[in-house]
Nanobody
Framework: QVQLVESGGGLVQAGGSLRLSCAASGGTLGNHAMGWFRQAPGKEREFVARISWRGLSLDYADSVKGRFTISRDNAKNTASLQMNSLKPEDTAVYYC?????????????????WGQGTQVTVSS
């Protein structure tokens, strides 16, 4: 059973940066694509980014493309999300997730393991 723990959230001003990390225990992330999702108050959880099991395939939501970068370190059993040029509309709880697929997908249904989430708040 893979357990995921996110860290790195916080309060930042618009235009600033944050780096979220996702650490795994109880299993190896090397067999899973990884994804980041977010849920803003009053909204449904949405896809942010995904990375395939070897890091060769990346995908981003249009709203974050060019500003966010997903990465992974299979040797350290971690995944990360570098967020630059943050906007107030990026405010949300961010979740990392491990997929049942090697390449991953945007659908939440393809993710079997989820972290508890970390809050990101961007002030204007």
């Amino acid at each position: 059973q893979v357990q995921l723990v996110e860290s790195g959230g916080g309060l930042v001003q618009a235009g600033g940066s944050l780096r979220l990390s996702c650490a795994a225990s109880g299993g190896t992330l090397g067999n899973h694509a990884m994804g980041w999702f977010r849920q803003a108050p009053g909204k449904e959880r949405e896809f942010v980014a995904r990375i395939s099991w070897r890091g060769l395939s990346l995908d981003y939501a249009d709203s974050v493309k060019g500003r966010f970068t997903i990465s992974r370190d299979n040797a350290k059993n971690t995944a990360s999300l570098q967020m630059n040029s943050l906007k107030p509309e990026d405010t949300a709880v961010y979740y990392c997730a491990a997929s049942t697929l090697l390449t991953g997908a945007r659908s939440e249904d393809t993710y079997a393991y989820w972290g508890q989430g970390t809050q990101v708040t961007v002030s204007s």
